[in-house]
Nanobody, 125 residues
C-alpha cells in the first residue's frame, strides 16, 4: 500500500530551473532512502540522484552533478530534486523511488522497492 507520487514536471527552456517533488504515503513505512531516475526514449534508465533517510549522504549521476540537488523533508515524507541549467539532454520521464533500507543511497534500480509513475520533464527552445 506504499504509494510514491512525483510532481513538478513540465516544459522549460534550456538554462531554466525546475523543482520536482515526490511524496511517499501509505503502509507501515518507516525510514527509507530515496532516489531519482530518468529515462528518455531510446535510452536506458539512468540514475540521477539518491539520498539517505537522514539526509547526510547523497550521490549524483555524473551527467547531473553540480546542476541538480536532491533534498528531503522527512516530516512531510517528501523528497525534492532541484534542477538547474537544464539542457535538452535532461528531457526524460523522471521517476522517484523508495528504498526501505534507510542508510545507504543506492544507484541501482534493484534496491528500490516502490516506484512512482513518473513525471515528464521536457527541455526545449
Amino acid at each position: 500500500q506504499v504509494r510514491v507520487v512525483e510532481s513538478g514536471g513540465g516544459l522549460v527552456q534550456p538554462g531554466d530551473s525546475l523543482r520536482l517533488s515526490c511524496t511517499v504515503s501509505g503502509g507501515s513505512f518507516g525510514g527509507y532512502a530515496m532516489g531519482w531516475f530518468r529515462q528518455a526514449p531510446g535510452k536506458e534508465r539512468e540514475f540521477v540522484a539518491a539520498i539517505a533517510w537522514s539526509g547526510d549522504r547523497t550521490f549524483y549521476g555524473d551527467s547531473v552533478k553540480g546542476r541538480f540537488t536532491i533534498s528531503r523533508d522527512n516530516a512531510k515524507n517528501e523528497v525534492y530534486l532541484q534542477m538547474s541549467n537544464l539542457t535538452p539532454d535532461d528531457t526524460a520521464t523522471y521517476y522517484c523511488a523508495a528504498d526501505p533500507n534507510p542508510t545507504t543511497p543506492q544507484t541501482k534500480e534493484v534496491y528500490y522497492d516502490f516506484w512512482g509513475q513518473g513525471t515528464q520533464v521536457t527541455v526545449s527552445s
